[in-house]
């Protein structure tokens, strides 16, 4: 279903990269020249906007634009990639949190924050993405520090299982954020080591994934 002309919103679903999105839509459609307006990551699902033809050169208009995300904060936990695909290198025992504290906490939330951004990245540094760096082990580079402004963040559920606490947060941002580094961040502020379980974009600027086709 075409939103505008030549441009197309899609709901991506977890497990497959951005390109795959592509991929399967090229195939699906009998287009060559078709591309999108920012990745999500793999473990990610949720809205993307997708340019065919002319809209290819339409894209670069829906880069700056402002998100909003539902991200799952698994506390206790920390990864080298910032979410459960990576490798555990810090654990710790969460005890009682308030939901007065979490929401409290989140309300201080808001504003800008200068910080690195995640290795696991595409992000370029000497001409390279640092995620090739980073599978490399080459730790000779240091992640950027990138300011990061979160316009918007509700409290929308507290899961409590076998022992973990997963925060369930939606969070409006601006272009250039790291939902990762800000999930990590926000367990570091309550006293926790915390990666991302789960996370959905919702919304690009006036853009939502309710009015996105899946790729089914």
Do not use: C, W
Request: aromatic content about 6%; hydrophobic content about 35%.
């Amino acid at each position: 279903m075409e939103f505008e002309e030549n441009i197309l919103l899609v709901d991506k679903p977890k497990g497959i990269t951005s390109f795959d999105v592509i991929r399967v839509l090229r195939k699906k459609m009998g287009k060559k020249k078709m591309g999108h307006a920012g990745t999500l990551d793999p473990l990610a699902s949720g809205l993307m906007i997708i340019g065919i033809d002319k809209g290819t050169k339409r894209l670069t208009e829906f880069l700056k634009l402002p998100k909003t995300y539902i991200a799952d904060i698994l506390l206790g936990k920390k990864t080298d990639t910032g979410d459960l695909e990576g490798k555990v290198i810090e654990e710790k025992a969460v005890g009682e949190i308030s939901e007065e504290k979490i929401k409290e906490e989140l309300e201080k939330f808001i504003g800008k924050h200068s910080l690195a951004v995640p290795m696991y990245s595409a992000i370029k540094v000497g001409g390279q993405p640092l995620y090739k760096r980073a599978r490399k082990n080459d730790d000779s580079v240091a992640p950027p520090i990138k300011e990061m402004e979160v316009t918007d963040a509700k409290l929308l559920d507290i899961q409590k299982t076998d022992g973990k606490v997963v925060l369930k947060v939606e969070m409006g941002v601006t272009s250039g954020t790291y939902i990762r580094t800000l999930g990590e961040e926000f367990g570091r502020r309550l006293g926790y080591p915390a990666t991302l379980s789960d996370l959905r974009r919702t919304t690009i600027g006036k853009y939502k994934v309710e009015d996105a086709m899946s790729l089914d």
